[in-house]
């Protein structure tokens, strides 16, 4: 636990960090007084100023803050006053933060392309492969799967059909003073088709799924369910075949790049599915993790090794930088829509107002956030 704490600040400090580190470098290159910029959060441990910026190191390690000259509309006919600067430089600015994210995590997607990142793979392709397995990607609500203690990352061994119960094996007969050995029907498996093919003969019987979680080996007794819902199969369960994949570093850069632009249509349309899917009929399809479920999530990517660690921590920027994005208020998103609206109606909004409606978006997110928090803290226990 002390462990995936550590990782979690970590990571948490490196996003937001990153992202705060983006308006920082843009505010300079327009020439803004950029008054302090911070690692971690108040109370200040220590700082030291260099020219007309207060460099601090803060006590909560949790990221970072930049407080730039101007954020308030102050300074207007000062030249180094973000509030003096044109409309299209401020975007610029107030967008630099979720560039920054996504750079990281292309950053981190190529270097895990070079080392080697584990890759969805067809039954099919066979030859020199580093460590094929079949993985758990995706687990159904409420299914034998999930009710067994199953995650998402599991890498499933074997699949057993008991013969009879253990406790019964390897006993004489009294009857006949004969001695059976009973033998299980076990199938170690490298492949998706050879777990379906199990599943699908054994639906309805009791069967152990032996599985590797990090260093662990687990074994899970379930039932495979006779008529599933439809989409969900008998597990409830989705199956990748996965392999280590390498590259050189020229392609891993190009590999990292393409990763991220895919990761970030692939989340856009699945929040839209999602707001879509809210609105149409009033709940969530898919489970929204808080802090709490985040904290849960990376201790399994931590325990997976560093790789997967690495993919999860550029999925969490990219998840950053697209939420950051929106058009609500206290978000970047936010404040860019109060420069479209100062565009279109020729003079900047009321900073009065602009605070107001900043200060009450902060406030629903913080509210979302506890209410999330709160539905992770009930599932744990």
Sequence with gaps: ??????????ILGLLIFVHELGHFIMAKRAGIRVEEFGFGFPPRILGKKIGETTY???????????????????????????????????????SAGVAMNLVLAAMLLSLGHWVGLPSIIDDEVIGNLNN??????????SSPAEEAGMKIGDTIKSVILR?????????????????????????????????????ERHKGQEIVLVIQRGGEVL??????????????????????RTAIVSSPW?????????????????????????????VMTGRLAVEIAGP??????????????????????ALLSINLAIINILPFPALDGGRLLFLVIEKIKGSPVSQKIEKIVHTAGFILL???MLAVTWRDVVKLF
């Excluded at 949790?62 to 299209?88: L, P, Q």
């Excluded at 985040?294 to 921590?313: D, P, S, V, W």
């Design 56 to 94: 601090s190191l803060n006590l909560l390690p949790i990221g970072g803050f930049v407080k730039i000259y101007g954020e308030e509309g102050e300074g207007r006919d000062d030249a180094y006053s973000f509030a003096s600067k044109s409309i299209g430089r401020r975007a610029i600015i107030i």
């Design 366 to 368: 913080i509210l979302l």
């Design 292 to 313: 709490v479920g985040i904290f849960m999530l990376t201790g399994q990517a931590a325990k997976l090794g560093l790789i997967y660690l690495l993919q999860f921590t």
């Design 1 to 10: 636990m002390f462990f995936t704490i550590i990782i979690f600040i970590l």
């Design 132 to 141: 094929p397995r079949v993985q758990i990607i995706q687990i159904a609500s």
């Design 163 to 199: 013969a009879e119960p253990e406790e019964s094996r390897g006993k004489s007969d009294k009857s006949t003073g004969s001695f059976t050995d009973v033998q299980d029907d076990v199938v170690i498996v490298s492949k998706v088709k050879e777990v379906q093919n199990f599943i």
């Design 219 to 240: 074994e899970k007794t379930l039932k495979p369910r006779e008529n599933p819902p439809a989409g969900e199969g008998p597990l409830g369960v989705v199956l990748a």
């Design 250 to 278: 020229y392609q891993a850069v190009i590999k990292g790049i393409s990763s991220t632009i895919n990761l970030i249509f692939a989340m856009i349309t699945s929040l839209f599915g999602l707001l879509w899917n809210l």
